[in-house]
C-alpha cells in the first residue's frame, strides 16, 4: 500500500493523487450544492502564509508530542492501569480502587519524581504552589525569588502586597526578597551566584513568564540555576512554579534537582478535560509536608474523595495533554510569526525555541489590548456572544481582561488570552486544543486591530 505524510499545506487543500478509498457508487452533488470548494481556505492569507513556513517547526513539536506521549503510556503501564482505577470515592475518600494511588504514582514517574499528589481539592495553581512553599517555610526563614517579580497571584500569599491579614508568608515572619531579571530579560546569572543568605531557607523560579515581558526558562537553565543555588547552601530547598511549562519539553524541573514543583491541572496537564485540581510532586518528604497542608497533619495524602467521573478524566485528560499541548506550542509558533510580521513586538520571538505554552503580543495601547481579547472572544465556541471587559480580579494587582470561552471555566489549556490593563499593554495566548483554531482566531483578530 502507498504510504502518505502529513505536510503542513493549507488544511482544506488535499493533492489530485490523494489516496481515495473504494466505496459504494453514489449520485455526485451539482456544484449549486457545493457551498465549501476545495481551493478556498477559512484562514485568511497571513496565517496560510504563516503555516507553510512553519513545516519544520511543527515537525519538531510532532516529534516531541511522540516522545512524551511515549513517556505517559510507559507510566500508565507501570501501574497497571485499569478502568477499576475510574471508580473514585466519596466521603473521606478512604474506601477507593486505587485510583488515587495509581495516578500519583504515574504523575510521579512521568515528571521525574520522587512522590506526586495530583487533587481535585486543589483550587489553582496558585493554591498549590502555596501548599508547597508553606511546606517549607517558617518563622525567621527567607524566601528568595530568582526570576524577578511571581505571577501576581502570588503576591498576597508572598505578602509582598497587603493580604490584609488573612495569613501571607510575611504575616508568619517569613522574609522575601527577589533577584531581578538581566537586561535581556533571562536570569542574572552573576547576580545569583553571590545572591543567598545563610536564612534562605527557599529559592522560587517561576518557569514560564507570568505578566512579565521576559524569556520562559528552559528545563536546562533551571538546572543550572539549581546547581548555582545548592552550590551556595546545599539545604536550600528549590520550588518551581511549572504552570504551562508541562510537556513543553521532553523532561521536567524534579530530573534536574528540584525539590518541589506545582501546577494546574486545567492548564497542562489537565489535557483539556481535567475539570478542576492541581499537583505537587518532588521529594517524598516534602510532597508529603505539601499534603499536611492541602489537608492536616496526621491526614497528609490518604484521604480526600474524588468522584468517579473525574477520576476518570484526570487519566485520560493526562494521556491526551502531551498532543494538546503540542497543539498549543504550535498555536503559539502561528501567533509570534503573524504578529511580528504585522510589525508588533512577539515573546517568545517567531521561530525560536519555546519553554511553555504562553505566546506574549505587545499591543501598546488599552484600545487594542481589549480589541484583541473581544476578538478570541468572539471566536470562542462557548459564550461567543459575551464581551469580555477588564475589571479587578481576586489576586491580581492591576485590572485584567480575560478571553476565555472554554469548556472548563478558567482552562486555560482550551484557548484563552488575557493581560493586564498597563504598561506595555501585552496580550498574554494561552493553549488551544488545536493550532487551527488559532488560525481562525488569527483572522478575527488582524480585522479588529
Keep these: 500500500m502507498k504510504m502518505w505524510t502529513l505536510s503542513c499545506a493549507t488544511p482544506v487543500a488535499y493533492p489530485a493523487n490523494s489516496v481515495r478509498v473504494s466505496m459504494p457508487s453514489v449520485k455526485a452533488p451539482s456544484s449549486s450544492q457545493i457551498s465549501f470548494q476545495h481551493n478556498e481556505s477559512p484562514l485568511v492569507p497571513e496565517v496560510v502564509k504563516a503555516v507553510d513556513s512553519l513545516c519544520s517547526e511543527f515537525r519538531a513539536v510532532d516529534n516531541l508530542v511522540a516522545c512524551n506521549t511515549s513517556r505517559v503510556l510507559k507510566a500508565f503501564q507501570n501501574v497497571r492501569l485499569g ?172 530530573s534536574v534537582g528540584a525539590d518541589l514543583i506545582a501546577g494546574s491541572l486545567i492548564k497542562n496537564p489537565g489535557g483539556t478535560i481535567a475539570p478542576c485540581g492541581g499537583y505537587i510532586a518532588g521529594k517524598k518528604k516534602w510532597v508529603e509536608a505539601a499534603a499536611a497542608r492541602l489537608s492536616a497533619p496526621g491526614l497528609g495524602i490518604d484521604c480526600g474523595s474524588t468522584p468517579g467521573d473525574v477520576m476518570r478524566a484526570y487519566f485520560q485528560g493526562l494521556f491526551l495533554s502531551p498532543q494538546m499541548v503540542g497543539e498549543a506550542i504550535k498555536g503559539t509558533f502561528l501567533i509570534a510569526e503573524v504578529m511580528a510580521s504585522k510589525g508588533y513586538q512577539v515573546q517568545p520571538l517567531p521561530r525560536a525555541t519555546r519553554h511553555d505554552t504562553v505566546q506574549a503580543v505587545q499591543l501598546g495601547s488599552r484600545e487594542l489590548l481589549l480589541a484583541f481579547c473581544e476578538a478570541v472572544q468572539r471566536s470562542s465556541p462557548v459564550a461567543s456572544y459575551t464581551k469580555p471587559v477588564a475589571g479587578s480580579t481576586p489576586g491580581y494587582a492591576s485590572e485584567v481582561i480575560f478571553a476565555d470561552g472554554t469548556f472548563i471555566d478558567g482552562s486555560t489549556s482550551e484557548l484563552s488570552c488575557d493581560g493586564p490593563l498597563r504598561e506595555p499593554f501585552a496580550v498574554y495566548c494561552q493553549g488551544g486544543t488545536h493550532w487551527t483554531q488559532w488560525g481562525l482566531v488569527l483572522g478575527e483578530v488582524l480585522k479588529h486591530i
Excluded at 216 to 234: C, T
Design 83 to 254: 478502568s477499576h482505577h475510574f471508580s473514585g470515592s466519596t466521603g473521606y475518600g478512604h474506601d477507593e480502587a486505587g485510583g488515587r494511588e495509581a495516578l500519583d504514582q504515574a504523575f510521579a514517574e512521568i515528571v521525574g519524581a520522587e512522590s506526586a499528589i495530583v487533587r481535585s481539592q486543589f483550587f489553582s495553581g496558585t493554591h498549590a504552589i502555596t501548599c508547597a512553599l508553606f511546606a517549607f517555610l517558617r518563622p525567621g526563614d527567607e524566601l528568595l525569588a530568582v526570576a524577578g517579580a511571581p505571577y501576581d497571584t502570588l503576591e498576597e500569599v508572598i505578602g509582598k502586597r497587603d493580604s490584609n491579614g488573612l495569613g501571607s508568608l510575611k504575616d508568619f515572619g517569613v522574609e522575601y526578597r527577589e533577584v531581578p531579571l538581566a537586561e535581556d530579560g533571562g536570569l542574572d546569572w552573576d547576580c545569583l551566584m553571590h545572591a543567598l543568605k545563610p536564612h534562605t531557607k527557599c529559592a522560587l523560579i517561576q518557569r514560564s513568564c507570568g505578566y512579565s515581558w521576559r524569556q520562559s526558562l528552559s528545563v536546562n537553565e533551571i538546572g543550572r540555576a539549581i546547581r548555582i543555588i545548592k552550590m551556595q547552601n546545599p539545604n536550600c530547598l528549590v520550588m518551581v512554579d511549572n504552570c504551562y511549562g508541562e510537556f513543553v519539553e521532553s523532561i521536567e524541573p524534579p
